[in-house]
């Protein structure tokens, strides 16, 4: 019988093997089928925040699958959906934010984002402004529109991916040239707060362009919190230091704790009230978006965090990740390293990092390889001993990797 699962960014030829076979996982530990267990230093896909497995978000979804196990927001609302958009707005600003609109992941979210802003420039009477500009080195997903935003080359034109209204700029010089030549015609400029797989901080002089630009331009502004939110980078969302707070705010993994598939658009006062002036339908949808049990996953994510006081437990382990990687820094693989809060990336000699990356699989640790990097994405849970597993297990895989480029 043929292998019955196609495994995400795996080759067939490597499906179904049991020490990549995951059966259990809590806290910050995940165990394999083929009995061994090993150091999560990833937050599952970066989502896990507070851990595996746990049991207030548990016992919340559960007791909404019983309450009421399926309710559209088709063609109208429910109270469990209304509850997680008032909690999220809590959380993220309810005197700049007025509206959630929910979806199921972060590339449908950024899918749906690129519709809410060139319906909104049409809304305004400036239908000509349908391009979305986003960051060379971006990750915005791979469902068909946001792999288009993507800013990182992962084969958009193999799947001969649209991005005929997008564009990518690496500068801020090369934001302003793009302006001087097609500012008309721009609707959104897409940041996330830390880009791509690569773990790299939106550039500072970039951000304090925008001001200007947008005052001068009109366009929107989208942070793209999928994966900075919920107290990854030392705040609950990373872009409320931001010098002009965006009109969208685009935010997953977090949401739910790794618990459902749910994302969500967090949209500002201004911008619907341009729909609602017109009273306009913004014509979207899912099957799965804003279901009761991902909305109770997200009420009881959020005040979780708050009992954990996890953006708090966040900032103590990003000193503590500082002392991990200025002392792995040492080792001759290492050329330094990139981040914010708990989301870094420990930067390598190239074409060594999934060497480390298995390395560290067979020694009992999942890290992530990145563009000649290894990921470093602990939960905000992590204790002292947690830290001093993870760079001893890194430490030796780097020393493996090593002896494997000397010979």
Same mark, same amino acid.
């Given at each position: 019988?043929r ?12 499906y ?10 809590? @806290? ?19 989502n ?25 927001l $088709? ?6 959906? =209304? ?17 959630? !609109?929910? &979806? ?6 950024? %899918?749906v ?27 915005? @997903?791979?469902?068909?529109? &946001? $792999? +288009?935003?993507? @800013?990182?080359?992962?084969?958009? /034109?193999?799947?001969?991916? /649209? ?19 097609? +500012?008309? *015609? ?37 942070? %793209? ?6 107290? *990854?980078?030392?705040? $609950? ?8 707070r ?8 977090? =949401?739910?704790?790794g ?15 341009? $729909?609602?002036?017109? %009273?306009?339908? !913004? ?15 997200i ?8 009992? =954990? ?11 503590r ?5 200025? *002392? ?17 990336? !420990?930067?390598?000699?190239? @074409? ?10 067979? *020694? ?7 563009? /000649? ?14 830290f %001093?597993?993870?760079?001893?297990? =890194? !430490? ?5 990797? +090593? ?5």
């Amino acid at each position: 019988m043929r292998y019955p699962v196609w495994e995400s960014l795996v080759v067939p030829s490597a499906y179904g093997r049991a020490d990549r076979q995951a059966v259990s996982a809590r @806290g910050v530990r995940v165990r394999f089928a083929d009995g061994t267990s090993a150091l999560c230093a990833t937050s599952g896909l970066w989502n896990a925040n507070l851990g595996y497995g746990n049991p207030v978000i548990a016992d919340a979804v559960h007791r909404s699958l019983l309450d009421s196990s399926y309710l559209t927001l $088709f063609r109208g609302g429910h109270s469990p959906a =209304l509850r997680a958009a008032e909690a999220l707005l809590r959380v993220c600003g309810p005197e700049h934010f007025g509206r959630v !609109l929910f &979806s199921t992941s972060g590339g449908a979210a950024n %899918d749906v984002m690129m519709k809410l802003v060139r319906h909104h420039q049409a809304l305004r009477g400036e239908g000509q402004r349908r391009v979305v500009v986003g960051l060379k080195g971006s990750y915005h @997903g791979l469902t068909y529109g &946001s $792999f +288009g935003l993507t @800013g990182e080359r992962l084969g958009q /034109d193999a799947y001969s991916v /649209d991005q005929r209204h997008v564009r990518h700029v690496g500068s801020t010089a090369e934001l302003m040239a793009l302006f001087a030549r097609e +500012g008309h *015609r721009i609707a959104a400029v897409v940041l996330e707060p830390v880009l791509g797989s690569g773990a790299y901080p939106v550039p500072v002089e970039l951000l304090a362009a925008l001001p200007g630009l947008r005052a001068e331009h009109g366009f929107l502004l989208v942070a %793209d919190e999928v994966a900075t939110g919920f107290g *990854r980078c030392g705040s $609950f969302f990373a872009s409320s230091s931001w010098a002009v707070r965006p009109d969208v705010l685009v935010t997953s993994k977090g =949401l739910t704790n790794g618990t459902c598939a749910a994302s969500a658009l967090v949209v500002s006062h201004e911008v619907c009230e341009v $729909f609602e002036s017109a %009273d306009s339908m !913004l014509v979207h949808g899912e099957t799965q978006a804003g279901t009761p049990s991902s909305c109770a996953a997200i009420v009881a994510t959020i005040e979780e965090m708050q009992r =954990l006081n996890a953006v708090e437990l966040g900032l103590a382990n990003s000193l503590r990740l500082d002392g991990v990687l200025e *002392r792995l820094a040492q080792h001759p693989l290492v050329t330094g390293h990139r981040g914010a809060g708990c989301f870094r990336a !420990l930067e390598l000699v190239p @074409g060594v990092a999934q060497q480390v990356v298995e390395s560290a699989r067979r *020694r009992g640790l999942i890290v992530q390889p990145g563009p /000649d990097c290894v990921q470093l994405v602990p939960a905000l849970i992590y204790g002292a001993d947690e830290f %001093d597993e993870l760079e001893g297990l =890194l !430490l030796a895989s780097l020393d493996v990797a +090593g002896e494997r480029v000397a010979c």
